[in-house]
């Protein structure tokens, strides 16, 4: 018999009849800070609304920066405003093109009446 057995069949069971109770207690050793590096470099190579891209993207690089150090708490602070940054740009590019694609419909809606109404004064000669 191993020692390790015989130890186990030595001490046997507890004698107490009260429920043994244990406390799991999880503790999380690396804990996952997402910095958004890569909206944050999608932003400013695409959507780069008043420069707001490029910052978000100095602001995920100090996030990554601050998780290689160790510092969680100046990590989450640097992704959380590089997540604000992120969606602003996204939010106001959108806008923007959304703007620019109406103001297209509209003026080529406007031209083909004022075409049609050039064309119209012409024939009548």
């Keep these: 018999m191993v020692k390790e057995e015989h130890e186990v069949a030595v001490l046997g069971t507890p004698h107490s009849s009260a429920p043994v109770m244990s406390t799991v207690i999880n503790i999380q050793n690396d804990t996952v800070v997402p910095d958004h590096i890569v909206w944050s470099l999608f932003n400013t190579l695409f959507m780069?609304?008043?420069?707001?891209?490029?910052?978000?993207?100095?602001?995920?690089?100090?996030?990554r920066d601050r998780k290689m150090v160790g510092d969680v708490i100046g990590a989450q602070s640097y992704a959380s405003t590089a997540k604000c940054l992120?969606?602003?740009?996204?939010?106001l590019s959108l806008l923007v093109i959304v703007l620019f694609i109406i103001l297209i419909a509209t003026g080529t809606v406007?031209?083909?009446?004022?075409?049609?109404?050039?064309?119209?004064?012409?024939s009548g000669y």
């Design 48 to 63: 780069n609304c008043c420069c707001l891209g490029f910052v978000a993207f100095a602001y995920s690089v100090k996030s």
């Design 86 to 91: 992120n969606i602003s740009t996204l939010v």
């Design 110 to 122: 406007l031209s083909v009446k004022v075409f049609s109404q050039t064309m119209k004064n012409h």
